[in-house]
Every structure is written in structure tokens, then in C-alpha cells.
């Protein structure tokens, strides 16, 4: 027997519809392109965003066609989302830190058919445009007084174009199921894939991915997404804000640490999410100026491993409590938020650290599990490694166009090429990537926790461990540091310093200083390029 009650279709633009009604005079405040900022209401995004639809659908842009974003995030970027999905479109967003190689790459891949930009981009925009056969329009997100000269196939300016549109027109109609957005992740290993969101998994992710627990969000909240719109689906928070009717300030181009200070202290935001780069920045700016932060409470950290030292300096210097998140673009992206259970409570703040060092716990949503070699399930102790799957209504099946094949195993788990523990009472913690875990004499060595540990060092900016080749051990750990200004530590400081951190047999054979250690588009630490910079390396003992 089947229930009576209605199908109710999780459609996206019944989000703004929400906001608009429910928490019409909520703000959207934006740090613009062109300098000011910029106020919207819910309400007024609503207006636009249907304008934005009606305008596209004017254009042309129908069901399951795909749309380029190459924007920072603000409030037009937003709006632009919307409209694209309430005619069925697809929104695909850019990462404008991808070669323009990789870029070319990808609209080709999606076939999109309009391309919106900031004025930033138009340079990057222009050297390619002979290479972007399938853009029929580049729609340039300002307005007429900023808009430069471009020779971009029929440009125009954002506002001149919404001008054209009065806003009556109605969302059009669709299943759930119909795909929102697309999202390549960065393909660190063969050609970048295509992560094709739903208006469901959308929808549900908002619904997974917020509440007390994890991405606490509600009326009362003041919200920064400093990550990106352009990286991995902005975290979900581009819906799961309108959808708690929280205010949002959207910072634009400017994420150095002035620019994001001023803005939090001004917009008196409480709650943010960005990866560790930008809080690095951050903090740096508020050692340096003696600073203190008089709103923010909480913020999630993840994409990375947040470095224990982050936490603390957050907690105990500045009062605002940390959340390490995981998640990846397959997932939309939010796999695990590191609240704390009562069960999982600590006594001293050392083991509190410890507790808030691990990636979280998986919300209702995310089914999770690790597995050794032979796919057999292995247990939660917090010490036993393994594979990391997931499974979800908000976690891909299957990539755009079929790339990569089938992505799921028999009992429709995805691998996510993690390699993780996860403790009694469900905590998470990434040992690796698979293919980053150094293998030495049989046993795995995990590259993040001693990079975590090194950052702790004073003289320390950044840190990055390799496996290299080794004649016994087949591989050994390398460290590879970025020095703070001014400091020259020697390997013999820092292994003193990791001695009484790390089991003896993980002790890197020997410590590399260098200027930069290179960085994937989505502020990764690119351990590829990094091995292939060290190719010719030999461990001085070897
Ligand atoms: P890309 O590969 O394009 O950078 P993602 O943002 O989807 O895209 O990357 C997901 C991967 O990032 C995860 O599989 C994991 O390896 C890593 N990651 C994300 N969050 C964390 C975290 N908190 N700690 C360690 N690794 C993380």
C-alpha cells in the first residue's frame, strides 16, 4: 500500500520562492566587481532571477541545456543560478583558476550554449574565444557604464540585457530528477569529469548538509561563503541559505585577509565557510594587525585537512569554534561536519583537538563505510585504515556523458578514493588520498598527518610530504617545506620537532626547503606536480 500523500517536487526555484516570501527583506550583500557594495534583498533576487529566466528563455536556453558561470560569488552570480535552473537549464560553473587550456576544455565537454563573466575574466575570455565554437552569446555581469570594448561573440552588459525583461513570467515545470548543475572536478589524473547535479540532489543536500549540527544556518544567521560558487557547488550553500532565510555576503574577487576581515567585522557575519588557504590568510592578517573577530562564532573548514594548529589559534585566540568538514564535487559536496556528540565529548582541550583534528561525522544522507583490498567492510575503531565509500541521494551514480564508466559497486557505493579510519562513534578521518599514501616496507604512511604536524612549527609556512623511491622500503616519506619569511630551519629542527608526534618509522629521510609548493585550482596541494618536481631526487642515505 502506498501512502496518500502529494508529490511535492523538490525543485530549486522553490527555494527563492521560500526566501522571497518568507524572509523577503533578508539581505544579499556583495562586495562587486567593480568596487561598492552591493544590497539585495531576497525579494528583489527572486524578481531577477525570474528576469533572468524570462530573458534566457527569450534567448533560446531550454530544458537540459548548459549555461557557463565564470564569476566570483555575488549576488548576480546567484540570481544568474537561478534563473538558468527555473527554465531547466543547466548551470555550469567555471573555475577561472583552470588553465585556459582546461577551461576551453570543459565548455566544449558541456556544449555551453551562453556563457556569463565577470569583467575579470574578459581577457582570459578573449584569448579563447575562437576556441569556444559552442557560446553563442558571453553576457558580461555588469552594466553599461563599466562594460569595456570587447570583441567576445555578441557581448552584452548584464543589466542592459535583464533590462529587456519585466519578470512576469513563471518558473517552468519539470521533474525533480531533471539535472540543475555541472561541475567538473579537477581531473588530477586524466581529463576533468562532469558531476551533474539534480534539482532532487540539490534540494536534499540543503536539507542533509544544515541544521545544529553541521552548517548551523537559520534567520538570525549572518553568512560568508568565501568558497566559491565555481568550487564544488559552492558547498551547497547557495540553497541551503535562502533555504534557512540566512543573510548572505558574498565577498566578490577580494579573499586576502583584509578584505575578508572587514567585511565579516562590518556585515557582522557569525558563520563562514572556506578551505584552509583562506583562513591562513586570515589569521596571518590578524596576527600582524593585532586584530580580534567581534561576530564570528563558527566556521567550517574543509577541502583540505585544516592543521590542528588552525583550529586551536580559531578557538582558543580568537573564540570562534571550528567545524573540519569533508566532502568532494561527487558529493554536493558536504560528506562529514565535525560536531561534537555528547557521546564523543572530551575532558582536556588537547583531546578535544584531537576529536575536531578528524573530519566529522556523516549526516543523515550520507551512508558511509571503509574497505580493505577485497571490498570487505572493516571495522570502526578509529585506528583500522581502509577505502572510503559513500552512498546518498545527494552523491553521484555516474559521471556527465558517461565519462569514467560505471562508478559504483554492487551494492551502488561510490569509491572515493579516500583512505580514511573512522572511530566508535563514527568520526571520520581522511589518511590520505589513495593515491598519496606512501607505502613503506608494507605499511602505509598517511602524508597529511605529518604535513599537519610540521605546519605546527614556528618556522613553518607550509608543508607537503612525498613518497620517494626507496631500495628497501620500496617508498619513504620526503619532506618538502615552505619556510615563514625570514626563518631557515634545518631538517634536524624539524625532525626533533615531529620525534615525539609521529611513530619513528614515519620520520621523513630527509627535508627539502622550497620557495612555493604548487597548488591544484581548488587550492589543493598538487602532490603530482610536486612528485614530478622531485623525479630526479634521491634520499641521501639511497
Ligand atoms: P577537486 O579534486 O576538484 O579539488 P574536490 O573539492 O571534490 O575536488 O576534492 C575532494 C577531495 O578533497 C576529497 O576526496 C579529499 O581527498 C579532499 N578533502 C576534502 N576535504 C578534506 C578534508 N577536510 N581533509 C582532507 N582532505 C579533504
Redesign the pocket.
Known amino acids: 500500500m502506498l501512502g496518500l500523500m502529494q508529490d511535492w517536487p523538490l525543485l530549486i526555484h522553490k527555494i527563492i520562492d521560500f526566501a522571497g516570501v518568507q524572509h523577503g527583506a533578508q539581505e544579499v550583500v556583495s562586495r562587486s566587481v567593480e568596487g561598492p557594495i552591493q544590497r539585495v534583498t531576497y525579494r528583489d533576487l527572486r524578481g531577477r532571477a525570474l528576469k533572468v529566466a524570462q530573458r534566457l528563455s527569450r534567448d533560446g536556453i531550454k530544458l537540459g541545456d548548459r549555461v557557463a558561470t565564470l564569476a566570483w560569488n555575488t549576488a548576480r552570480h546567484l540570481e544568474v543560478w537561478y534563473g538558468i535552473t527555473g527554465v531547466g537549464a543547466i548551470y555550469h560553473t567555471v573555475?577561472p583558476r583552470l588553465f585556459p587550456e582546461q577551461i576551453a576544455w570543459i565548455v566544449n565537454h558541456a556544449a555551453d550554449r551562453v556563457l556569463f563573466t565577470d569583467l575579470t575574466f574578459l581577457p582570459i575570455l578573449e584569448g579563447l574565444a575562437d576556441k569556444l565554437p559552442s557560446i553563442e552569446r558571453f553576457i558580461v555581469l555588469t552594466d553599461s557604464a563599466h562594460m569595456p570594448a570587447t570583441r567576445l561573440r555578441n557581448a552584452v552588459a548584464y543589466e542592459d540585457w535583464l533590462a529587456e525583461a519585466d519578470g512576469d513570467f513563471a518558473w517552468a515545470e519539470f521533474d525533480e530528477n531533471t539535472a540543475a548543475g555541472l561541475c567538473?572536478?579537477?581531473?588530477?589524473t586524466g581529463n576533468?569529469k562532469g558531476?551533474l547535479y539534480s534539482h532532487r540532489s540539490n534540494v536534499l543536500h540543503s536539507l542533509i548538509s544544515t541544521g545544529l549540527d553541521a552548517l548551523p544556518l537559520a534567520p538570525s544567521t549572518s553568512c560568508m561563503p568565501v568558497v566559491p560558487l565555481f568550487?564544488?557547488n559552492s558547498w551547497g550553500l547557495a540553497f541551503s541559505c535562502p533555504m534557512k532565510g540566512a543573510k548572505m555576503v558574498m565577498p566578490g574577487a577580494k579573499l586576502d585577509g583584509a578584505s575578508v576581515f572587514e567585511l565579516l567585522e562590518t556585515e557582522k557575519v557569525d558563520f563562514s565557510a572556506a578551505?584552509?588557504t583562506v583562513w591562513l590568510m586570515l589569521l596571518a592578517y590578524l596576527q600582524k594587525e593585532q586584530k580580534t573577530l567581534s561576530t564570528l562564532k563558527v566556521v567550517v573548514?574543509?577541502?583540505?585537512?585544516?592543521p590542528p594548529e588552525m583550529i586551536r589559534a580559531f578557538e582558543q585566540d580568537y573564540g570562534v569554534e571550528v567545524r573540519?568538514?569533508?566532502?568532494?564535487?561527487?558529493?554536493s559536496?558536504i560528506?562529514?561536519v565535525g560536531y561534537i556528540k555528547p557521546a564523543a565529548r572530551a575532558e582536556s582541550y588537547e583531546d578535544v583537538l584531537k576529536l575536531k583534528s578528524k573530519?566529522?561525522f556523516a549526516p543523515f544522507g550520507v551512508e558511509m563505510k571503509i574497505v580493505d583490498d577485497s571490498d570487505k567492510a572493516l571495522p570502526w575503531d578509529g585506528k583500522t585504515f581502509g577505502r572510503?565509500k559513500v552512498a546518498g541521494p545527494a552523491v553521484a551514480k555516474a559521471y556527465f556523458k558517461g565519462e569514467g564508466g560505471d562508478i559504483l559497486d554492487a551494492n551502488g557505493f561510490f569509491d572515493?578514493?579516500?583512505v580514511a579510519t573512522i572511530d566508535a562513534n563514527g568520526y571520520m578521518q581522511?589518511t590520505?588520498?589513495a593515491k598519496d599514501v606512501i607505502k613503506s616496507g608494507g605499511e602505509w604512511i598517511s602524508s597529511?598527518d605529518i604535513e599537519n604536524f610540521a605546519v605546527g612549527h614556528p618556522d613553518v609556512a607550509e608543508a607537503a610530504v612525498i613518497g620517494v623511491p626507496h631500495h628497501k622500503w620500496d617508498e619513504r616519506p620526503l619532506l618538502v617545506i615552505v619556510p615563514k619569511e625570514g626563518r631557515k630551519p634545518t631538517p634536524q629542527d624539524l625532525f626533533e620537532f615531529l620525534k615525539p608526534k609521529i611513530a619513528k618509522w614515519w620520520m621523513p629521510d630527509d627535508m627539502q626547503i622550497v620557495a612555493e609548493i604548487p597548488h591544484?585550482?581548488?587550492?589543493?596541494i598538487n602532490k603530482l606536480k610536486l612528485r614530478e618536481a622531485f623525479k630526479d631526487y634521491k634520499l641521501p642515505a639511497a
Do not use: F
Open positions: 573555475n567538473y572536478t579537477s581531473g588530477t576533468p558531476v568550487h564544488a578551505v584552509p573548514i574543509g577541502g583540505s585537512a585544516c573540519h568538514a569533508w566532502g568532494m564535487t561527487e558529493m559536496p560528506g562529514s573530519q566529522g572510503l572515493t578514493g579516500d581522511i590520505d588520498r597529511i591544484t585550482a581548488t587550492g589543493k
